[in-house]
């Protein structure tokens, strides 16, 4: 437990490094993300290790979503910081000649990052990743609901990344609390809208900007396709319900709208590959991560609950208490104002709901909050157009799911009630800069006509310059053009 | 009475006309649940009980302003085009009235009304029109081996039914300025003009009545309890100009619904001149930057001046030499000069001037007069940090000018407080301009003029720390109002058997060869080798 004492020597000593300049060097940068890249790869198996004690998650999905996310990412930046970090040119019109404009990017001050503990490692670290390149200074707070890895990262930070500037503070919604109270230059939060509402409002107080990565519910929009590319789309599907922390991923599938007269054919092959990927024997479920605590575990247990809902189970059903394991389980039009069809799901639930006509999904799909992720599979594209044209979410992905976390020059971010800002490769950098807008000028060509007293003239030849009429200007200035009485 | 040319409303109002109107929104977007409406407006068409623009107002006004928007309406190209194209047509047309609405809320030059308000917004609606094709085409981007075979795009699409809160020093350009990023963006806009510049408002109001798409956009006039009506509603973005104290409240109120803000704010814009400049050229700049812009009542305006000890006195003799120039001996009836916005601000800048800590400090100006709310060019050296000059943010005439030894001191003394809108560095010593521009933290930074960066559409506008946060002009603009939706397109093809289980240690070699997009360990991994 963290004391408000330690919090606040903390913050001080991290506003006393960034002040330093420090932090701004690109040397000490690239040095925390090697440092970075270190810790991953020291640290592999422990990892693994944790994240399966705590998760359940099979070594393979941990490279997969966590421990190599983590390793592309800092490899990204190590290769981009140089760029990133160098100005951008503005074009300034002739008529501030002579002057030039650009852009710089210049690091927040010290910020605060709220992680997530379904993805203990690459929610905390990828963030942190932006943060040290753009310069900052930075607070993480991992998820107290994932105890081990919030303690190695408490305990093994330190001794690869700059102490001084980058600080690990464990603790639950008391010391989180605590936290928020100080002032930082940008709060950067993954979790649920619920508390993203109350860090937007406390970083209000100080107006602190915020990033806000949140959920909801990630539809998959199912046309009917045929044999050959179903197989693979459904081995896309069950991956991108069950395959990642078991359905305990904000990009995660929701729920899947087909067509009323596919949906067999879906749910048959659905069943085919859920047995193939992690069997059928809940109490020996291979390759499938469990629940993380006995609340969630709850939670999901009583969306089945409503009898109503129960009778829809068209496969698995079964919970399994003590390992906290949730069998993939497929739910045929539960009714619609149930809560599983109103509540994110974020668990191995999935629920089918059938249309008479894929087109309807878009109707569907904008019925409900904004999602971070939405997924078609189609081969038609004049509905690929609509669905872009027509739904609003976070990002669109076609006939794959999750993938497109890994793509660097994606911004990766939500909309409406999936939260707001973005990042990943370039926008993550963004996230943590102020872009400063720098203007030179220098002493010698005046225009005259900007300063008072006021005139006729003036006016006429301000005209001119404002729609950058060189010819209009010169001939004002040289007497060769009257000016208008009015 | 259903039949109305002026789509707005004015609240609170005494009018009944007024009232007519707001209940007309109603009855327009759903007649059919509106009967009673209808027989209350009737009944209340001869009482003369103020209309409120309450929660039912507003929620009438957000509904219909969101059926517009689901109905696709303001997505196109031709909506958005036409929409900017009528505002263009509006500042031609209306000129005159714009600039005598600027005249009677803040006795605004004409030249400073056409400059600074009316060229600027006709300028972001040419940029505007010019690029909205290139701005509203996807953005192509790279995808890795990982995701192989795949393509990828970010599509900007509008965020939705959007509120812009505007101020009252420049009541057209921080009105209209954010209106066209949200139109170039596809978006519904409800505006919300300052009631400290009535006229403008009102004007906006009937302008804009008469030359948009009332169906997407409306104006909402008000003070303090019609913005607290506003706030309730759920909006897809909102954009703020005016003061952290309020922004704070904005924001507060924004995080109940998730909603993502732009806050415009202001601070104390230091100004440092250093001794080895052209001095004719920085003090014009400087006093053009300060008297001759909104008489100091502009965000980027400069609010005080630091230089060293012994360049002061050189200095403030050419920037009385400029203000006589420009102004003339009696600059309280000069005609080029803006007058204070309103009694309130009037009252608080006469406080700052009567504070005790600056007594004796005044070296030119200080003259003021309540009835025609005008204060003169004023220059106080060696105001105290501690006075209330020095702590809050001036938006005034008032130009403290603080003395250091060294120039290089100016830094840290900018340093040690909140960070402004606009940092300005006088010099010709290009140390001190690398150290000024790498060390100080500022919304923008300009070296050798003032405010002059608010003009070019290329670089964002906005602020950092107590300045604000978020960024508009130019692109800048479009981007404030767009969501940028990432869009990833597989095939079939081209599966990698390691994304799924049942797991191997072969596939986690696949795994790590190709999240590192290293095509050879790639390779090995498939062949077997590790």
């Given at each position: 437990m963290t004391d408000d004492h330690e919090i606040r020597r903390s913050v001080e000593e991290l506003r006393l490094t960034f002040k330093s300049g420090k932090t701004r060097s690109g040397d000490w940068r690239k040095a925390q993300l090697q440092a970075i890249l270190r810790l991953v790869h020291e640290n592999e198996d422990t990892l693994f290790r944790l994240l399966e004690l705590e998760l359940g998650k099979h070594p393979v999905e941990s490279y997969r979503d966590e421990v190599g996310v983590i390793k592309k990412s800092a490899d990204h930046a190590l290769a981009c910081i140089d760029q990133w970090m160098s100005p951008k040119k503005g074009r300034l019109p002739l008529v501030f000649f002579p002057a030039s404009g650009k852009v710089l990017s210049e690091p927040l001050g010290v910020v605060l990052i709220i992680g997530s503990w379904n993805f203990p490692i690459t929610l905390t670290l990828d963030p942190l990743i932006g943060a040290i390149s753009a310069g900052n200074a930075v607070v993480l707070k991992p998820s107290e609901l994932s105890p081990n890895c919030a303690s190695f990262l408490a305990n093994v930070l330190p001794s690869y990344l700059d102490p001084k500037a980058v600080k690990v503070i464990e603790g639950g919604r008391e010391v989180a609390n605590r936290l928020l109270e100080y002032k930082w230059d940008k709060i950067f939060f993954t979790g649920s809208p619920k508390v993203g509402r109350i860090v937007m409002a406390a970083a209000a107080k100080n107006l602190t900007p915020v990033t806000l990565e949140l959920g909801g519910k990630c539809p998959v929009i199912f046309d009917s396709l045929p044999n050959s590319d179903l197989k693979v789309a459904v081995k896309r599907v069950a991956s991108g319900k069950w395959g990642a922390c078991a359905g305990q991923a904000c990009i995660g599938i929701d729920y899947v709208i087909v067509e009323h007269k596919f949906a067999s054919t879906l749910i048959e092959q659905l069943k085919k590959t859920i047995k193939r990927f992690y069997g059928d024997d809940v109490k020996n479920l291979k390759n499938h991560s469990k629940i993380i605590n006995k609340n969630h575990f709850d939670r999901l247990r009583s969306f089945l609950e409503d009898p109503a809902v129960a009778n829809c189970i068209v496969y698995g059903g079964s919970f399994d208490d003590t390992s906290l394991i949730i069998e993939p389980t497929i739910l045929l039009d539960p009714p619609l104002d149930a809560e599983i069809m109103n509540?994110?799901?974020?668990?191995?639930l999935l629920p089918i709901i059938t249309v008479d006509n894929i087109e309807e999904s878009v109707e569907f799909v904008n019925s409900k909050p904004k999602p971070l992720a939405l997924y078609a599979f189609t081969k038609n594209e004049n509905f690929k157009k609509r669905i872009l044209a027509e739904t609003s979410s976070g990002s669109v992905t076609f006939n794959d799911a999750m993938i497109q976390f890994v793509c660097d020059d994606l911004p990766f971010g939500g909309v409406g009630q999936s939260g707001f800002g973005r990042y990943h490769g370039k926008y993550s950098f963004d996230t943590f800069s102020h872009e400063k807008a720098v203007l030179e000028r220098s002493f010698y060509f005046e225009l005259e006509p900007r300063h008072p007293p006021w005139s006729r003239f003036k006016l006429e030849f301000l005209r001119a310059a404002y729609n950058y009429n060189y010819v209009g200007m010169l001939l004002l200035f040289l007497g060769l053009k009257r000016v208008s009485k009015s | 009475m259903l039949v109305h040319d002026n789509f707005h409303t004015r609240y609170p109002t005494n009018h009944s006309s007024s009232h007519r109107h707001h209940r007309s929104i109603c009855l327009q977007t759903h007649a059919s649940i509106n009967r009673s409406i209808l027989t209350t407006t009737m009944a209340s068409e001869d009482s003369t009980a103020p209309a409120v623009f309450d929660t039912d107002a507003a929620n009438c006004l957000t509904k219909e302003l969101r059926s517009t928007f689901l109905a696709g309406k303001t997505k196109s190209y031709e909506w958005r085009s036409s929409q900017l194209k009528s505002l263009l047509k509006m500042l031609d047309d209306c000129e005159k009235q714009i600039c005598d609405a600027l005249f009677s809320d803040l006795a605004k030059p004409e030249m400073e009304a056409y400059i600074h308000e009316i060229a600027m917004i006709k300028s972001s609606c040419k940029v505007a029109l010019k690029k909205l094709k290139d701005w509203m085409k996807p953005e192509k981007a790279k995808t890795n081996l990982g995701t192989f075979p795949s393509s990828a795009e970010i599509v900007p699409e509008p965020l939705g039914v959007v509120l812009v809160i505007s101020a009252w020093n420049y009541p057209l350009l921080l009105s209209v300025d954010p209106v066209i990023g949200a139109i170039a963006a596809g978006n519904a806009v409800v505006l919300k003009p300052s009631e400290l510049a009535p006229a403008m408002s009102s004007l906006l109001a009937k302008l804009l009545g008469k030359y948009l798409d009332n169906s997407a956009i409306k104006v909402v006039e008000g003070a303090v309890n019609e913005t607290s009506v506003l706030l309730e509603q759920k909006w897809d973005k909102i954009f703020y100009t005016g003061n952290g104290r309020v922004a704070r409240i904005v924001m507060a109120a924004a995080a109940k619904n998730l909603t993502p803000v732009v806050l415009e704010l202001g601070g104390k814009s230091p100004v440092l001149v250093d001794s080895n400049i052209d001095l004719a050229v920085t003090s014009r700049r400087i006093v053009g930057g300060k008297w001759g812009t909104n008489n100091g009542q502009?965000?980027?305006?400069?609010d005080y001046i630091i230089t060293t000890k012994q360049y002061a006195p050189v200095l403030i003799d050419s920037l009385k030499h400029n203000l006589v120039k420009f102004f003339g001996e009696d600059p309280m009836n000069s005609p080029d000069i803006s007058r204070i916005g309103h009694d309130r601000h009037f009252a608080r800048l006469k406080k700052l001037l009567d504070d005790d800590k600056i007594s004796g400090k005044i070296i030119h100006g200080g003259q003021t007069d309540k009835s025609s709310l005008k204060i003169a060019p004023t220059i106080v050296l060696d105001a105290p940090e501690d006075s209330l000059m020095m702590s809050e943010e001036i938006f005034g005439p008032l130009l403290p000018i603080v003395t250091v030894?060294?120039?290089?001191?100016g830094i840290e003394f900018i340093n040690s407080r909140p960070k402004p809108l606009a940092a300005y560095l006088f010099t010709n010593n290009k140390q001190l301009k690398e150290a000024f521009v790498s060390s100080v933290s500022a919304g923008g930074v300009v070296i050798n003029d003032v405010t002059l960066h608010l003009m070019v559409d290329t670089l964002p506008f906005g602020g950092v720390g107590e300045s604000g946060m978020g960024a508009y002009h130019g692109k800048f603009s479009f981007d404030a109002f767009s969501h940028k939706k990432a869009v990833l397109y597989r095939s079939f093809y081209g599966d990698a058997p390691a994304r799924y289980p049942p797991y191997t240690p072969g596939k986690l070699r696949l795994l790590k060869a190709l999240l590192d997009g290293s095509l050879f360990g790639i390779i090995r991994a498939l062949f077997g080798f590790s």
């Open positions: 509540e994110e799901i974020f668990g191995p | 502009a965000c980027v305006g400069p030894e060294k120039i290089e001191d």
